[in-house]
T-cell receptor, first 111, second 114 residues
């Protein structure tokens, strides 16, 4: 089955700086890669996703890149703000399989 | 807001008891998935229901069972509770747009087994 690894497990950045979280996956059939943000006491919230037919997608301060050959994808947050502090999860989905999550990155924005 | 609601928000049970967790998803979302999230971990897939039939199962024993109803609500039942069942249980409904599926999560139910 699919295996998703996520790094780093914790990340602290100064407000205004950029944050990058990286994930690798094992199943070459995976074709959908969502990123979720989870705040304390809440369920995961979809913040951006990318399908395997594109290499990059951007939504305001958030971007995701995908390298299918290397089987890795990354989340980039620019101009970080205190409200970006949360736990971020990457996930990978292959057709007729389940959504497999990474182990999470706790992002802390230092004011 | 995802439009996915779960109840109750918190629950405390003792070992050996049975529990039922509930989820209500958006109209038109025919697929519902349940996940278990242990503290400090990512969500682990329990099972998925499509049009009231189980449509995929993760590595969980049969004492984890579910139901999906025509009104887009669903239940997760856990029998013979064990201490390790303490976790956040998440429900996710799937929106299908063309050939693309997107999962939206509810806020979860925090289950504590003593």
């Amino acid at each position: 089955g699919e295996n998703v690894e996520q790094h780093p497990s914790t990340l602290s950045v100064q407000e205004g700086d950029s944050a990058v979280i990286k994930c690798t996956y094992s199943d070459s059939a995976s074709n959908y890669f969502p990123w979720y943000k989870q705040e304390l006491g809440k369920g995961p919230q979809l913040i951006i996703d990318i399908r395997s037919n594109v290499g990059e997608k951007k939504d305001q301060r958030i971007a995701v890149t995908l390298n299918k050959t290397a089987k890795h994808f990354s989340l980039h947050i620019t101009e970080t703000q205190p409200e970006d502090s949360a736990v971020y999860f990457c996930a990978a989905y292959a057709p007729n399989e389940k959504l497999t999550f990474g182990t999470g990155t706790r992002l802390t924005i230092i004011p | 807001e995802t439009g996915v609601t779960q109840s109750p928000t918190h629950l405390i049970k003792t070992r050996g008891q049975q529990v039922t967790l509930r989820c209500s998803s958006q109209s038109g979302h025919n697929t519902v998935s349940w996940y278990q999230q242990a503290l400090g971990q990512g969500p682990q897939f329990i099972f998925q229901y499509y049009r009231e039939e189980e449509n995929g199962r993760g590595n969980f024993p049969p004492r984890f069972s579910g139901l999906q109803f025509p009104n887009y609500s669903s239940e997760l039942n856990v029998n013979a509770l064990e201490l390790d069942d303490s976790a956040l249980y998440l429900c996710a409904s799937t929106k299908t747009s063309g050939s693309r599926d997107t999962q939206y999560f509810g806020p979860g139910t925090r289950l504590t087994v003593l």
